[in-house]
């Protein structure tokens, strides 16, 4: 798979403007958001006006890809963070005309059935965060059912909610990392809980697998490992594909889920 002219001239954007480079500069990544992507593509065969929310979007970097890889699409993007809006300013002066909201994923500011996606990139681990000194775990779990609501309230029947992303309670690279005070998760997800969350929420679930048993966000090790990890991102995504085909695959870092709003 390559890395469309399109995607590589949003990448040159953020980076020229030093906006999450970390993430940014890893090819690996943008190989497994352009494979997102396509599954959205192959759901709707490259058609239509669609209307998409990018729920939890930051800076905004996956809602540009987005919009490149569907520029028929009516995309949207909304983030609780107060630290996105400059990026999100640069977005839009380069063409790319996106709506993007400061808002709340347990209170979004759309009418009921507007859209025909919601897709998230990490976020259901993060909501409630900001109370996870104080609050016990269901009420953790209280916060995440009120998002999901949200999102089914606010997607048309039939409607496809995809969450990238999720980390997974097994995951080895969440354990080195909290082991070695790198970042890591305070929530993670098992399967069971993830399917109690989204069933229990009336959505049907289409696809949930482990992904990404090979970490993207190698920058952090530096420029010089960064930029020869970087090199040989098609062999690394190719090496990711083989270790998910095998047991290992329950220690890969995240989930990915597809599901659909079903009919009342």
Not at 73 to 87: L, Q, R
Not at 120 to 149: D, F, R
Not at 172 to 191: G, L, Q, T, V
Request: charged fraction near 25%; hydrophobic fraction near 35%.
């Amino acid at each position: 798979m390559k890395i469309p002219k399109l995607i590589k001239q949003t990448q040159t954007l953020f980076l020229k403007n030093n906006i999450n480079v970390i993430q940014t500069r890893s090819n690996l990544y943008l190989l497994r958001t352009l494979q997102i992507i396509n599954k959205i593509n192959g759901l709707y065969k490259k058609g239509g006006k669609l209307k998409i929310l990018d729920l939890g979007c930051g800076y905004g970097f996956n809602t540009c890809i987005l919009k490149s890889m569907c520029p028929k699409c009516n995309i949207f993007g909304i983030d609780y963070g107060t630290d996105s809006k400059k990026s999100w300013n640069i977005i839009n002066k380069n063409g790319y005309n996106i709506e993007f909201v400061r808002a709340d994923a347990r209170e979004l500011p759309f009418e009921k059935d507007t859209f025909d996606i919601v897709i998230s990139w990490g976020l259901l681990e993060h909501i409630g965060e900001e109370k996870i000194s104080y609050i016990s775990l269901k009420e953790k779990q209280l916060e995440e059912e009120k998002c999901v609501k949200e999102v089914k309230r606010v997607l048309k029947k039939d409607g496809y909610f995809f969450l990238n992303y999720l980390p997974n309670s097994y995951s080895y690279i969440e354990f080195i990392s909290k082991h070695y005070k790198i970042y890591s998760h305070p929530k993670k997800f098992s399967k069971w809980e993830i399917t109690q969350l989204l069933e229990g929420n009336n959505f049907k679930m289409k696809h949930l697998s482990r992904v990404h048993f090979l970490p993207s966000l190698y920058y952090i090790l530096g420029n010089t490992m960064g930029d020869f990890l970087n090199k040989i991102a098609f062999q690394l995504n190719l090496l990711d594909s083989l270790f998910l085909r095998t047991p290992l695959s329950i220690f890969a870092q995240d989930f990915e889920i597809i599901t659909q709003k079903e009919r009342n």
